[in-house]
Antibody
């Protein structure tokens, strides 16, 4: 069974940093691109960042570029999101998702999410 | 970026009814690169459709997708109790990949 499990979410002060992790299992992790997608409760999802299988193609949404860094460890089947200079508007549930259909495809499946709250 | 607008915002229907959800893009989506997801309370989105009309694995055939260019539709032919949820469209034809704001199908 394909499984994605996020961790690392917590309450953090504005301007602070946080690193999210996503542990993948049930598939050949290094065959797929991966993304982070966030969602504010009651709103539509927002794609945040994507990384292809060998980390050579990395993309960011304008809202996080320069503050967030995505990375992966294909030996440990893990995806990461380093979040710096956090803002109140970064508060959301963060999902990791497997990308299907190439480097910029659709998302299937999604993890259960980890909650990031940026508040003073 | 491509903005996706879903309508109606809420659809109030009964089990057995037909649901038709619309997703309109601010510019043409190349190669029909549009997906649909279903989300239930407390759960992550689940893929239903990719490539505008291709059902994902294990998705019942009462779900169908159609459209091209800027106008896409998700149809649920006969609503089952488990289909009452929020539905999102997402385009992956250009960066950044974007989602619609969602459409809720609620029990009438």
């Amino acid at each position: 069974e394909v499984q994605l499990v996020e961790s690392g979410g917590r309450v953090v002060r504005p301007g602070g940093s946080l690193k999210l992790s996503c542990a993948a299992s049930g598939f050949n992790f290094d065959d797929f691109g991966m993304s982070w997608v966030r969602q504010i409760p009651g709103k539509g999802p927002e794609w945040v960042s994507g990384i292809n299988w060998n980390s050579r193609n990395i993309q960011y949404a304008d809202s996080v570029r320069g503050r967030f860094t995505v990375s992966r460890d294909n030996v440990k089947n893990s995806l990461f999101l380093q979040m710096n200079s956090l803002r109140v508007e970064d508060t959301a549930l963060y999902y990791c998702a497997r990308e299907i259909g190439g480097d910029n495809g659709w998302f299937d499946p999604w993890g259960q999410g980890t909650l990031v709250t940026v508040s003073s | 970026e491509i903005v996706l607008t879903q309508s109606p915002g809420t659809l109030s229907l009964s089990p057995g009814d037909r649901a038709t959800l619309s997703c309109r893009a601010s510019q043409s989506i190349m190669n029909r690169y549009l997906a649909w997801y279903q989300q239930k309370p407390g759960q992550a989105p689940r893929l239903l459709i990719h490539g505008a009309s291709n059902r994902a694995t294990d998705i019942p055939d009462r779900f169908s997708g159609s459209g091209s260019g800027t106008d896409f539709t998700l149809t649920i032919s006969r609503l089952e109790p488990e289909d009452f949820a929020i539905y999102y469209c997402q385009q992956y034809g250009s960066l950044p990949r974007t989602f619609g704001q969602g459409a809720k199908v609620e029990i009438k």
